[in-house]
């Protein structure tokens, strides 16, 4: 399951200031991948991925530290109506998540997509965008 963390790095005590990552997988036991990372100065952002068993133990620690967490249950979300199928998402995905069936028919495997937003800005019909 996919997991957005946000926290802040204002403050020196801030979670931002903390190896939260590392903390919490030394306390559980549980391996995260870390997709995506986003982190200035100020504030940041990430994209993680756990096993879904282990998912509400890993969102609670992180929250009791202080990081934002939301559940990314499709990070890509395709509107039907608008998607003709033209295939143009699929030549940018850096993850496979587009494919055709065997009716040439738009498959998303939206579980791998780690929001790099390619898609989103090369669909031509605005058919695609974020969760949340
Ligand atoms: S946001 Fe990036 S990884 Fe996700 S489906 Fe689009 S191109 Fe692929
Ligand atoms: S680029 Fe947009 S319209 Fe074309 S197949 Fe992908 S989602 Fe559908």
Request: with cysteine; glycine share 14%; aromatic share 0%.
């Given at each position: 399951m996919k997991l957005r963390l946000a926290f802040s790095?204002?403050?020196?005590?801030?979670?931002?200031?903390?190896p939260v990552i590392a903390r919490v997988v030394k306390e559980t036991g549980v391996l995260i991948n870390v997709e995506k990372a986003n982190i200035d100065s100020m504030a940041g952002e990430m994209l993680i991925d756990v096993p879904d068993k282990d998912a509400d133990q890993v969102r609670r620690r992180l929250e009791e530290m202080g990081v934002t967490v939301r559940v990314m249950e499709n990070a890509v979300v395709r509107d039907e109506e608008e998607c003709?199928?033209?295939?143009?998402c699929i030549g940018v995905c850096p993850q496979e998540v587009f494919s055709f069936d065997a009716e040439w028919r738009l498959v998303v495997s939206?579980?791998?997509?780690?929001?790099?937003g390619k898609c989103i800005r090369a669909c031509p019909h605005g058919a695609l965008s974020q969760q949340g």
């Open positions: 790095r204002k403050g020196k005590t801030d979670p931002g200031r903390e003709v199928d033209c295939g143009a939206a579980e791998r997509c780690v929001l790099c």
